[in-house]
């Protein structure tokens, strides 16, 4: 690396001057690089996910760097890609759209085909060009952390791994399943991802935890699809109730995934007071350690995190759900590269 090390003082304060939580690192000498995707055209509730990426990185610069699982974990090289304005504008013009036609659709009515075309080609080209973004990167041996943006947005990144990996396992946290079918009309859809990642042949296995909002064709899915191994919020409240430990439960959930793992955390999947604003809150979920703890546990057991997405953090009015968003992507990605790094 380029990077000169020794000049840098990780307690020292962090300038926005500098890459994300001031690490002294640039994109090209980084080992995992934060691909940022400020998207949001699917959304069905309540959307700002698409301010998510500037936000957490804004936010990122409060962030001590010491890291309790991870010694050293500012020397690793983590740099953020700077977020695309096009991009965002892309969405912003689209979002308009999109709403218009769930609206129509809503209200009973026969919405407009060729918002729903448009909305899925442009869909598909997000795709594309997360793909050809993430692919360009892992062809340069660094690892990619995906930044969203609604939940739709690590499609393209799966794909990308599907091409390095011949088989790895998708770790879900979230609120929701995520495996409704074109939701909304929408092939791409944020309610759409698990679904649309059960397809690719190389994920052998979805793991999900803490799921707590879902339909009863998803749960169809869950019973019938092999590859689905579900951990519902209310089934680990209430063992944990009864006296099992988180402890054993991480352990369970552990033992269910392979060697290699993708991890993909919808911020929803936290307690709704550490991420108020996201676009589908939902009563219950986890703490921040405890969920860190899960991740940990997948670290110590010697599996590897081939890369990670996490999505659906919307600022606010005010900077908390940035905060918590720099704060789990930090230890992710610190993780991630730890778990790498392990002999």
């Not at 010694?71 to 999109?98: H, I, P, Q, T």
């Not at 692919?135 to 943006?149: A, P, R, S």
């Amino acid at each position: 690396m380029k990077v000169k090390l020794k000049d840098f003082d990780p307690n020292d304060l962090a300038t926005n001057t500098d890459n994300i939580y001031g690490l002294p690192f640039t994109v090209e000498d980084a080992s995992l690089v934060i691909l940022p995707v400020p998207w949001e055209v699917t959304v069905s509730y309540s959307s700002g996910t698409a301010d998510g990426p500037e936000a957490v990185f804004n936010a990122s610069f409060q962030v001590d760097l010491y890291d309790p699982f991870v010694k050293n974990a500012w020397r690793l090289g983590v740099a953020m890609e700077s977020v695309d304005k096009k991009l965002k504008s892309k969405s912003a013009s689209l979002r308009k759209k999109a709403k218009k036609y769930i609206d129509t659709l809503a209200s009973g009515k026969k919405p407009d085909e060729k918002i729903r075309k448009e909305i899925n080609a442009a869909s598909k080209d997000l795709n594309a060009w997360v793909k050809k973004r993430s692919l360009k990167f892992m062809d340069q041996k660094k690892t990619v952390g995906l930044l969203g943006g609604d939940h739709s947005t690590p499609f393209g990144l799966i794909l990308a791994l599907a091409e390095k990996n011949k088989e790895f396992a998708v770790l879900q946290i979230d609120a929701h399943a995520d495996l409704r079918v074109a939701f909304e009309g929408f092939d791409y859809s944020h309610a759409s991802i698990m679904y649309n990642i059960l397809q690719v042949p190389q994920v052998k296995k979805l793991v999900q935890v803490g799921i707590r909002d879902y339909c009863q064709a998803e749960l169809d899915i869950i019973n019938s699809n092999k590859k689905v191994k579900t951990f519902f919020d209310r089934d680990i409240k209430h063992q944990q109730f009864q006296g099992r430990s988180w402890s054993d439960i991480c352990d369970e959930i552990v033992s269910t995934l392979p060697d290699k793992v993708y991890l993909s955390i919808d911020i929803d999947g936290l307690d709704p007071k550490l991420c108020p604003n996201t676009g589908t809150p939902v009563p219950g979920g986890f703490e921040f350690e405890q969920l860190l703890f899960l991740f940990e546990k997948l670290v110590k057991s010697k599996r590897k995190i081939i890369g990670f997405d996490l999505n659906e953090v919307s600022p606010g009015d005010n900077e908390w759900d940035a905060n918590i968003g720099a704060r789990l992507l930090y230890r992710v990605a610190n993780l991630t590269l730890s778990s790498q790094n392990q002999k």
